[in-house]
């Protein structure tokens, strides 16, 4: 069985650019959620989708954005960037029941410059 | 409310004992416990519900106490392959929004 898939793994931006990464779950599953990892702040709750709707958002501005296919691929998208959004971008995935072990992906590492 | 982990990191030698500590200020209905070596994603350890129970994996294991909302991880016997940053989390009442604690950096040495 496939593990979680994100693309790419490693990006470098300039502030004010954009950016969208990609997540693809592990056939069958239905929840994405999306994390920040910072050497400072540890492993930051970004949003989690459920079969196309977002259930829960972390507290991060509204440049930080998601969405989630039919087919349970999840996109997340960052506006605006700025330096402080220098990060490792984990998504992972589960079955969506709650309390369910996560399968996490490798990530992807953000730079920006 | 995020959980605060104890130590913030150790350094063992192989064959010795190392319990991790997380602590919630909010009231935990689940605790899980995740192992993330450094350049790879975190794997999943145990996962312990309400009720005290323990949970087991390889030589590490882990209990959990709701009253005094924490979690303590357990590592017996540490091998090498036991290095990395041990995080734990919860979802505080199925909220869907997972809350990870500020991770035990361990380091194993031969």
């Known amino acids: 069985k496939a593990g979680v898939t994100q693309t790419p793994r490693y990006l470098i931006k300039t502030r004010g650019q954009q950016v969208t990464l990609s997540c693809s779950p592990i056939?069958?599953?239905?929840?994405v959620s999306w994390y920040q990892q910072t050497p400072g702040q540890g492993l930051q709750f970004l949003f989690e989708?459920?079969?196309?709707?977002?259930?829960n958002k972390g507290n991060f501005p509204g440049r930080f954005s998601g969405r989630q296919f039919s087919n349970s691929r999840s996109e997340m998208n960052v506006s605006t960037l700025e330096l402080g959004d220098s990060a490792l971008y984990l998504c992972?995935?589960?079955?969506?029941?709650?309390?369910?072990?996560?399968?996490f992906g490798s990530g992807t590492q953000l730079s920006v410059l | 409310q995020q959980p605060v982990q104890s130590p913030q990191a150790v350094i063992l030698r192989e064959g010795e004992d190392a319990v991790i500590n997380c602590s919630s200020s909010?009231?935990?209905?689940?605790v899980h416990w995740y192992r993330q070596k450094h350049g790879e994603a975190p794997v999943f350890l145990m996962i312990?519900?309400?009720?005290?129970e323990q949970k087991g994996h390889e030589k590490i294991s882990a209990s959990f106490n709701e009253k005094k909302q924490q979690s303590s991880l357990y590592l017996t016997a540490s091998q090498l392959s036991y290095s990395g940053t041990y995080f734990c989390g919860t979802d505080f009442s199925g909220t869907y929004k997972y809350i990870f604690g500020t991770g035990t950096r361990l380091k194993v040495l031969a």
């Open positions: 909010k009231a935990l209905y689940s």
């Open positions: 992972a995935s589960s079955g969506g029941q709650g309390n369910e072990k996560l399968f």
């Open positions: 312990l519900l309400k009720g005290g």
């Open positions: 989708y459920f079969s196309e709707t977002q259930r």
């Open positions: 056939s069958g599953h239905r929840s």
